[in-house]
DNA sequence: CTGAAAGCGCTTACAG
DNA sequence: CTGAAAGCGCTTACAG
């Protein structure tokens, strides 16, 4: 079968534990001993048994990751970063996608998936924090995305509030009073919708404009329930001078009714999204939104996550550390 | 530390083996004995240690994909599908982004990353068919992607030549006669890019209009690539009157750029691209373009590679069974 | 139908 | 600096 280490040894002639010690580097190991296993080492063309290595470690050196679904453009940028920012520190990512369904966040947290992975990084969807605290077992838990909010979880949050208000700053600065808001009940306090919502009340409470909830329109973040509620919007004969699409997703939705409408946009229309998905950047014409720090994300996620999984002390505080922002001012709102 | 299999054994009076016996559902066990079984699992809240399991039993149940990033919209999506597929076999999906580096191909192809997996799923970019074959160890492999073909090969191939043509003909039937290509040279031959550029040729061939080499546009197979591409050929002055690009990565930068230089797309000029990534649905005007059959590549590359894994019989012959595309007729190509 | 034993390929104390 | 032994938690022949 494949070459192991002791196959290594007997060819190096040194014991196992020798090579062990070449292997991860131990420091003290003389030169020629251990130039005598390097050699074997490639000569047999060893490689190290991953799976016998985490057994006997109790480490898999994977963190997981669990994802509503790859094919949504936001999470899969972030995985992908969220990836290279773990292989740079010695992590591979197991991806989970969870369908958005309470069962199968349920699974990925407790199920035979934590016992793969060292670690978990969570974008909670459907569970709420009581039920992620009575689902998540001992292992290391992060999340991300802002769903959820809760003091006694680890997570890496986003700045909902100062960027939504300063997206609508930028909107009233240019000028239009009529903002309408697309993915957020009236009433929302709470969730990434009840921040975001928050933060275009304040703005425009900073601006003295009066909130109007007639101009805000509850609806799925995705694309196609963009283009509806501006549908919708567009039907009901309330006026408006600008779209701001609690993410990038909405707002394209919405740049693309009001395209097929013939709404000339920024001119009649401006429009504003949040998120800073690749793709705004190449709609015509090009997203104004909020840049959410992403990579910060995916670093601090990983670094934080991976500071639990190493560190012994488990009275560690609850960290939650906040990425900052950036509008990205593009043809769409300018 | 972990509940184990010996607890629940000594929990339920039973031997090691039978514990094994229950979770693996063999069939002959007494009811009774099982009822035990499950109820000390229950009771001791027992998880089964994959790590372990994959030791001892040479299977780690994960397959390994090797694409370019999960940033990429097409790649994304097809990993959505590969996930699922395999999901719905047992087994589950480790992703390693080569970011179209030959040194990461040739490392996921060998390193100790196939050690985690029983099979490698392998969307080669860098590497030619040669050296993939020289750095393949001896665990199943199947290539997707179509930029490299060999005889000698597992893989799943998409109509290439075939759909291209569909597209041109589609096109060509629209009145269209001065069809620019992007994303191809003059005189490509081989990948997904010379396959395309056939498939071009033998619609413009069996309609009677002349291949123009001015036409045909090489550049990356990306957004911005696709709009630089497109600026060069209006700048140029060489006349058209629609756009193919070879992926819809092109053909959305294509949109963007004549969009942008006030080009009226479909009246003016017609663009239609290939893949049927979500997007091209939403782009405004909407893409007309091909879908390649992604659930389908998904779907009969796991089986394939599933089919090759638990299969005895090492003399196998090599498959490429091909999926089926379909022309999608929108907006930017009535 | 069920048990007792061996062993997958490593790392980890324990010695020296 | 290096060795010999134990053991991570399972599955797999081998018995009965």
Redesign the interface.
Known sequence: MAVTMNDVARAAGVSLKTVSNVINNYEFIRPATKQRVLDAIDELGY??????R??RSGK?SMLGLVLA???I?YY??L???I??AAWARGY????E?SGNEAEHEQAALQ??FR??TDGLLFIPLALDAEQIIAAAGKKPLVLLGEFVQDPRLDMVLIQNQEAAAAVTTHLLEGGRRRIAVLGAHDGDEAGSNGLRLRGYRAALAAAGVAYDPALVVPCDWR??AG?DATARLLDSGVEFDAVFGLNDALA??A??EL??RGRKVPEEIAVAGFDDI??SR???PSLTTVAPGRAEIAERSVELLIQRIESKDAVANVEQPEAVFELRIRQSAP
Chains 1, 2 share one sequence.
């Not at 490689?47 to 016998?52: D, I, Q, R």
């Open positions: 490689e190290t048994n991953l799976t016998a985490s057994l898999t679904d790859l094919s453009p899969a940028e995985a992908s970063d990836m290279k591979r990512v197991l991806v996608q199920g035979q016992s793969l694309r196609d283009a394209l939705g740049l693309h395209l097929v690749d793709e190449f709609a015509s």
